[in-house]
Nanobody
Framework: QVQLVESGGGVAQSGGSLRLSCAAS????????MGWFHQAPGKGREFVAG????????IYADSVKGRFTISRDNAKSTVYLQINSLKPEDTAVYYC?????????????????WGQGTQVTVSS
């Protein structure tokens, strides 16, 4: 069992940066693959980035490659999403998710644990 709490969202200007954090409870964080998803108004929840358990292979949605960076700190049981060069279309609720498979998979069905989400709003 793992509980996830996101933070770091807010309002930012286009071209700016934000770093989202997701703190996990439990002593087995390092065994989980972690993912970030976003959900824009009126749209479904979409995969953004994922990182496997150590050594931490990463994958990204094509729309965010080069702008988003996912990383994890197992000592702090935290996964991060660095967002650079923000665009208005990045506006969404961002969710952190954990997969007990340990393998990074870009589909939400593989993730059994979810946070409550953090809102990111990008103004033009």
């Amino acid at each position: 069992q793992v509980q996830l709490v996101e933070s770091g969202g807010g309002v930012a200007q286009s071209g700016g940066s934000l770093r989202l954090s997701c703190a996990a409870s439990g002593r087995t964080f390092s065994t989980y693959a972690m993912g970030w998803f976003h959900q824009a108004p009126g749209k479904g929840r979409e995969f953004v980035a994922g990182i496997s358990r150590s050594p931490g292979r990463t994958i990204y949605a094509d729309s965010v490659k080069g702008r988003f960076t996912i990383s994890r700190d197992n000592a702090k049981s935290t996964v991060y999403l660095q967002i650079n060069s923000l665009k208005p279309e990045d506006t969404a609720v961002y969710y952190c998710a954990a997969s007990a498979t340990g393998m990074v998979i870009p589909t939400k069905e593989q993730y059994g644990y979810w946070g409550q989400g953090t809102q990111v709003t990008v103004s033009s």
